[in-house]
């Protein structure tokens, strides 16, 4: 008829009314459904978008964000009431000013910058020239989540269901997908994984080709039925081909998260970065106040063999934790890296 709905995401989604207080509580009465079927958290979609512009002129509020922000610490609480360790992680796609007073509810909130950033510097051979480069970028952004939450929890990650696929992103290059890994699965925080990137599945926009099924297998008698039709992934190695190859991409993947578990400075460490010199070579540290066994992490993201002297950092002492090739190597402040190489060095 001649009537009109509020969509402020979408003309197909018709926005809730978050300004009636019954609606606040039957969404909060759902997600204490869940959390008392066992539910430990929820992962919250467009988590900027409850309340949009026009609401916030409405209400005499110059920043939409400050009523998001309410709603979501009451959304908060109310899953604490059922299980106070309850984990909640909002996607916040907005700079990172935008995204840190999120922090005020969220234990994390998804890292976009990691992703584009990382496929940056592998396409191109060398580090972003963004706030003195990839290390110095992330340091900012930490430090700007923090003034919100100094426990606050990063959630790095490569690509989402959004977004087109990482392989595709770096035109299926197989040992550019491994080094992309090996960069986010040693950054802080919980790191989030894309299903089908550990295998390499391909895919771009629109939303269907990124989103086809697991590919477990050559036949298809381990696949959905009632899924999209696989189109793009027809010839990408299934994960029980996978499995069975100690070089392949999911066997990289285990490989570093196995790494990350076994290292304690890895999982739960804090990050600096290490200047380096050299526009091909990013550099960082991780390490818990008060502990050794802290780590020095490089990565070399052109295709050619670099070699560094540390200058501000001492690694005189430290040894191979990791190397992604044989052919990078430390000796004392210097850094042999072969090209495309991760090398990870542990300290006392």
């Given at each position: 008829?001649?009537?009109?709905?509020?969509?402020?995401?979408?003309?197909?989604?018709?926005?809730?009314?978050?300004?009636?207080?019954?609606?606040?509580?039957?969404?909060?009465?759902?997600?204490?459904?869940?959390?008392?079927?066992?539910?430990?958290?929820?992962?919250?979609?467009?988590?900027?978008?409850?309340?949009?512009?026009?609401?916030?002129y409405r209400a005499g509020d110059k920043n939409v964000s400050n009523m998001n922000v309410s709603w979501?610490?009451?959304?908060?609480?109310?899953?604490?009431?059922?299980?106070?360790?309850?984990?909640?992680?909002?996607?916040?796609?907005?700079?990172?000013?935008?995204?840190?007073?999120?922090?005020?509810?969220?234990?994390?909130?998804?890292?976009?910058?990691?992703?584009?950033?990382?496929?940056?510097?592998?396409?191109?051979?060398?580090?972003?020239?963004?706030?003195?480069?990839?290390?110095?970028?992330?340091?900012?952004?930490?430090?700007?989540?923090?003034?919100?939450?100094?426990?606050?929890?990063?959630?790095?990650?490569?690509?989402?269901?959004?977004?087109?696929?990482?392989?595709?992103?770096?035109?299926?290059?197989?040992?550019?997908?491994?080094?992309?890994?090996?960069?986010?699965?040693?950054?802080?925080?919980?790191?989030?994984?894309?299903?089908?990137?550990?295998?390499?599945?391909?895919?771009?926009?629109?939303?269907?080709?990124?989103?086809?099924?697991?590919?477990?297998?050559?036949?298809?008698?381990?696949?959905?039925?009632?899924?999209?039709?696989?189109?793009?992934?027809?010839?990408?190695?299934?994960?029980?081909?996978?499995?069975?190859?100690?070089?392949?991409?999911?066997?990289?993947?285990?490989?570093?998260?196995?790494?990350?578990?076994?290292?304690?400075?890895?999982?739960?460490?804090?990050?600096?970065?290490?200047?380096?010199?050299?526009?091909?070579?990013?550099?960082?540290?991780?390490?818990?106040?008060?502990?050794?066994?802290?780590?020095?992490?490089?990565?070399?993201?052109?295709?050619?063999?670099?070699?560094?002297?540390?200058?501000?950092?001492?690694?005189?002492?430290?040894?191979?934790?990791?190397?992604?090739?044989?052919?990078?190597?430390?000796?004392?402040?210097?850094?042999?890296?072969?090209?495309?190489?991760?090398?990870?060095?542990?300290?006392?």
């Amino acid at each position: 008829g001649q009537s009109f709905f509020y969509g402020i995401f979408s003309d197909a989604m018709p926005d809730l009314n978050y300004d009636n207080p019954d609606v606040r509580k039957e969404i909060e009465n759902v997600a204490q459904f869940w959390m008392k079927m066992g539910v430990r958290g929820f992962r919250l979609d467009a988590a900027l978008h409850i309340y949009g512009d026009g609401e916030a002129y409405r209400a005499g509020d110059k920043n939409v964000s400050n009523m998001n922000v309410s709603w979501w610490k009451e959304f908060a609480k109310a899953c604490e009431v059922v299980n106070p360790d309850a984990y909640l992680i909002g996607e916040v796609w907005e700079k990172p000013e935008v995204m840190a007073p999120y922090y005020a509810a969220f234990d994390s909130t998804f890292n976009f910058s990691i992703g584009t950033d990382v496929i940056s510097m592998l396409n191109s051979g060398a580090n972003i020239e963004e706030n003195g480069g990839f290390a110095e970028k992330l340091d900012s952004i930490y430090k700007t989540y923090k003034t919100v939450d100094q426990n606050m929890i990063d959630a790095p990650f490569l690509s989402n269901h959004d977004q087109n696929r990482v392989m595709s992103s770096v035109n299926n290059d197989v040992t550019k997908a491994k080094l992309a890994a090996s960069i986010y699965l040693t950054l802080p925080g919980n790191p989030f994984i894309y299903y089908g990137e550990e295998i390499g599945m391909v895919g771009t926009k629109p939303d269907e080709i990124i989103r086809e099924p697991f590919i477990w297998s050559k036949s298809d008698d381990k696949r959905t039925t009632k899924w999209e039709k696989i189109t793009a992934n027809k010839d990408t190695v299934p994960y029980d081909v996978q499995a069975k190859d100690s070089n392949s991409l999911f066997s990289h993947y285990k490989e570093i998260i196995a790494l990350r578990k076994a290292t304690p400075a890895l999982m739960t460490g804090d990050f600096a970065p290490i200047k380096t010199d050299n526009t091909a070579v990013i550099g960082y540290s991780r390490f818990i106040q008060g502990q050794g066994g802290s780590c020095y992490v490089f990565h070399n993201v052109s295709g050619a063999s670099q070699t560094i002297t540390l200058a501000d950092t001492d690694a005189s002492s430290s040894k191979v934790l990791y190397k992604s090739d044989q052919a990078s190597a430390a000796k004392g402040n210097t850094i042999t890296l072969a090209p495309m190489s991760t090398l990870i060095l542990k300290n006392p």
